[in-house]
Structure formats: structure tokens, C-alpha cells
């Protein structure tokens, strides 16, 4: 599986970015995909994931700001951002979990995915 990731930028304030991740490969219907960050000085983290027949999942910290969503026909994982934040600045990666129970049931732990994108920047300003 290879996952492209596109969409970064540089954005002020309450302004809008929409992350694009293109998935390539095989057997794609059997893997769940999602978002993580990690910003300058910190370790990466959970940011959002889709899991197919489930409702999404999201950190707390983006919670009802940003919205993922998934084009299977298109095979791309979007991840809408709305009212950014300078501590929403981070780069970026998509990443792909091969879809099973336990899994799911560490979705957030970024040990549970097998392929990652290369990232995409994402600068909020002030």
C-alpha cells in the first residue's frame, strides 16, 4: 500500500485546510486509514480515523473542528480542518491499518497502522 499525501499549507487563524491522502496497491476495502500530526519538539499523535461501518474517531483536540471522510470509488481519505489553530501547526501523515477487531480497538495507537504517507505541512499563523 502507498499513500500520498497532499493539501498542506500555510493558513492564519480560523481559516480552513482540506488534507488530501491518495491510497495505491492492493487489496485497499480490507484496510481502515487515518490522520496523525506531529509538531516541532513533539512526538507524533492521533489526530482522526475512519472506520468504515463505524462512526469516525477523533482526538479531543479536533474534535468538532475537523471532519475525515473517505472516497472509496477514488481510493482518498480526506481530512477537512475548519477553525485552525497555531497549535494545529504539525506535519501531517496519513496512514493505513489493515482491518481487524483488535485494531479497530487500538485505532489510536499509531503501532496499529502498517503504511504511512510521506506527510504534508500544516502552518497556522497567529
Known amino acids: 500500500v502507498q499513500l500520498q499525501a497532499s493539501g498542506g499549507g500555510l493558513m492564519q487563524a480560523g481559516g480552513s485546510l482540506r488534507l488530501s491522502c491518495a491510497a495505491s496497491?492492493?487489496?485497499?476495502?480490507?484496510?481502515?486509514m487515518g490522520w496523525f500530526r506531529q509538531a516541532p519538539g513533539k512526538e507524533r499523535e492521533f489526530v482522526a480515523s475512519?472506520?468504515?461501518?463505524?462512526?469516525?474517531i477523533y482526538a479531543d483536540s479536533v474534535k468538532g473542528r475537523f471532519t475525515i471522510s473517505r472516497d472509496g470509488a477514488k481510493n482518498t481519505v480526506a481530512l477537512q480542518m475548519n477553525s485552525l489553530k497555531p497549535e494545529d501547526t504539525a506535519l501531517y501523515y496519513c496512514?493505513?491499518?489493515?482491518?481487524?477487531?483488535?485494531?479497530?480497538?487500538?485505532?489510536?495507537?499509531?503501532?496499529?497502522?502498517?503504511?504511512w504517507g510521506q506527510g504534508t505541512l500544516v502552518t497556522v499563523s497567529s
Open positions: 496497491g492492493r487489496d485497499l476495502s480490507k484496510y481502515g
Open positions: 475512519f472506520r468504515w461501518s463505524y462512526s469516525p
Open positions: 496512514a493505513a491499518f489493515l482491518r481487524t477487531s483488535d485494531a479497530l480497538a487500538r485505532i489510536r495507537d499509531q503501532k496499529t497502522y502498517d503504511y
